[in-house]
């Protein structure tokens, strides 16, 4: 989405860290929200963080929000084969429940 | 225990054709989604129902048309398609209340010849 973008493309070595950077242009954003999608499947909610914290620890996953700045980070420790996917930022744009999605981070995750 | 379902999975169909996609969730959520997702994983909401009721239409032409005949059903007809539809279609569902996480299904793929 024009208003939530990503970078497109992270690779990184097995065991290593990886973070996957969002930003945002909705002020009054309440939620935000990671989404992982692997190959022909949906997408699945990783985690979310609301708009008045600044970080989320949810084992391996740390997200880290600075709403100053509109940047959204999702830290995965430790990463995995497994964790080669798309990974979606989104953010919850108004009251009626419209969200709108970055175009995809694809992480690459090598041995 | 699948908590989104959608079928069909796969569809293939020629331009002009009619189809349908159907939608059920099991997660007692009172909001549905349709998202569409295209070949660059662009992800789009189309329309979204809160106990029945239409909420959010996106700028979607109206050869699709969505009908949610109770608060676990949400299906989307598409009519006269065309090469551009297709995609990955995504519905989706979540609580009205907050965090409202969504719950996605596992998409049906569309390819209009």
């Known amino acids: 989405g024009e208003d939530v973008e990503q970078s497109l493309f992270l690779s990184v070595r097995e065991g290593d860290s990886s973070v996957i950077n969002c930003t945002y242009t909705?002020?009054?954003?309440?939620?935000l929200y990671w989404y992982k999608q692997e190959p022909g499947a949906g997408l699945q909610l990783l985690t979310y963080?609301?708009?008045?914290?600044d970080m989320k620890q949810d084992q391996r996953l740390t997200v880290l929000l600075n709403k100053k700045d509109k940047h959204l980070s999702l830290r995965i420790a430790d990463t995995q084969t497994g964790d080669s996917a798309i990974y979606f930022c989104?953010?919850?744009?108004?009251?009626?429940?419209?969200?709108?999605f970055g175009a995809g981070t694809q992480v690459v995750v090598t041995p | 225990d699948t908590a989104v379902s959608q079928t069909p999975k796969y569809l293939v169909t020629q331009m002009g054709n009619d189809k349908s996609i159907k939608c059920e969730q099991n997660?007692?959520?009172?909001?549905m989604y349709w998202y569409k997702q295209d070949s660059k994983k662009f992800l789009k909401i189309m329309f979204s129902?809160?106990?029945?009721?239409?909420?959010i239409n996106e700028t979607v032409p109206n050869r699709f048309s969505p009908k949610s005949p109770d608060k676990a059903h949400l299906n989307l007809h598409i009519n006269s398609l065309e090469l551009g539809d297709s995609a990955v279609y995504f519905c989706?569902?979540?609580?009205?209340?907050?965090?409202?996480?969504?719950?996605f299904g596992p998409g049906t793929r569309l390819t209009v010849t």
């Open positions: 989706a569902s979540s609580r009205m209340d907050s965090p409202y996480e969504q719950y």
């Open positions: 909705d002020s009054s954003s309440t939620y």
């Open positions: 963080i609301f708009s008045n914290m």
């Open positions: 989104a953010e919850k744009t108004d009251s009626w429940g419209k969200f709108q």
């Open positions: 997660l007692g959520h009172d909001t």
């Open positions: 129902y809160n106990n029945k009721e239409l909420i």
